[in-house]
């Protein structure tokens, strides 16, 4: 599969919570991924997309918010250095 990556994810981290939700859920957190590194930040408002962009260009934290197919919200954050990109539950932040 071909990805549009706009940039380096860095080791790929789940915490607790947000690998049981996807476990619950009966998803994989990978196609998710792909939309996070391919610059779809799921469900954020303009503002937040904004400041990603700005954050590409000047090396700062990344941040996508998707709902599982059962509801349950969570996050992809990419730190800035682009070492880490973490799955995780708002709650867990």
């Not at 049981?20 to 994989?28: D, I, N, P, Y």
């Given at each position: 599969m071909l990805i549009n990556r706009k940039f380096y994810p860095g080791l790929i981290l789940t915490t607790?919570?947000?690998l049981?939700?996807?476990?619950?859920?009966?998803?994989?957190p990978w196609p998710?991924?792909?939309?996070?590194?391919?610059?779809d930040w799921g469900e954020l408002d303009e503002e937040d997309r904004a400041e990603n962009?700005?954050?590409?260009?000047?090396g700062l934290r990344l941040l996508s918010a998707y709902h599982l197919k059962d509801g349950t919200k969570f996050w992809v954050i990419t730190e800035a250095d682009r070492t880490v990109t973490t799955f995780l539950l708002p709650s867990e932040y």
């Open positions: 607790p919570g947000a049981e939700a996807f476990r619950s859920a009966g998803e994989e998710y991924l792909i939309r996070h590194l391919s610059r962009e700005k954050a590409l260009v000047y």
